[in-house]
T-cell receptor, first 113, second 110 residues
């Protein structure tokens, strides 16, 4: 699976949008981009994933560049409860790739009042 | 649904002792995996399974054994605990891409 690069930390004001970047310049055509977050010491929580198109769900939006070498996770209205470590992960499609994710260091997002 | 259930939540072992971390899921997921997380680090894959009777090694398998006799259960065995295995252990299950994680098991080896 392709390697990802994320900034180690970011700050965001409560109520503002949080934009978390991720570089995955070696991503292959059939690899997906996944985002998870880990609040304190809990188990990681799935947020969103995408292949080529931009995706949106009730938690966040995922913007993937046309060349797929980078992406941005957007939390539209950050709250204090969004303070967490956010992981950007690239995963191959199908087969034994299911259940196997390579977690990097992630980005520590701190939402302040 | 309970999701992914891990037991115990906390455990203290002495060096050389053995123990089993239990993991059960009630979502009928084929894929299950074990990760460890050391302080300030991301998660590292220990072992994973793509279905009952099938297991394979992840990034850091040494010192751990697994088996998958049923779809629901995926226990992780430490045969002879070492201080380097002090960590938080997370079990996860998946039906496709999205992983569902348990709450973690905190293990301390003295």
């Amino acid at each position: 699976d392709a390697k990802t690069t994320q900034p180690p930390s970011m700050d965001c004001a409560e109520g503002r949008a949080a934009n978390l970047p991720c570089n995955h310049s070696t991503i292959s055509g059939n690899e997906y981009v996944y985002w998870y977050r880990q609040i304190h010491s809990q188990g990681p929580q799935y947020i969103i994933h995408g292949l080529k198109n931009n995706e949106t769900n009730e938690m966040a939006s995922l913007i993937i560049t046309e060349d797929r070498k980078s992406s941005t996770l957007i939390l539209p209205h950050a709250t204090l409860r969004d303070t967490a470590v956010y992981y950007c992960i690239v995963r191959g499609a199908g087969g034994t790739s299911y259940g196997k994710l390579t977690f990097g260091q992630g980005t520590i997002l701190t939402v302040h009042p | 649904n309970a999701g992914v259930t891990q037991t115990p939540k906390f455990q203290v072992l002495k060096t050389g002792q053995s123990m089993t971390l239990q993991c059960a899921q009630d979502m009928n997921h084929e894929y299950m995996s074990w990760y460890r997380q050391d302080p300030g680090m991301g998660l590292r894959l220990i072992h994973y399974s793509v279905g009952a009777g099938i297991t394979d090694q992840g990034e850091v398998p040494n010192g751990y054994n697994v088996s998958r006799s049923t779809t629901e259960d995926f226990p992780l065995r430490l045969l002879s605990a070492a201080p380097s295995q002090t960590s938080v252990y997370f079990c996860a299950s998946s039906y496709a891409g999205e992983l569902f994680f348990g709450e973690g098991s905190r293990l301390t080896v003295l």
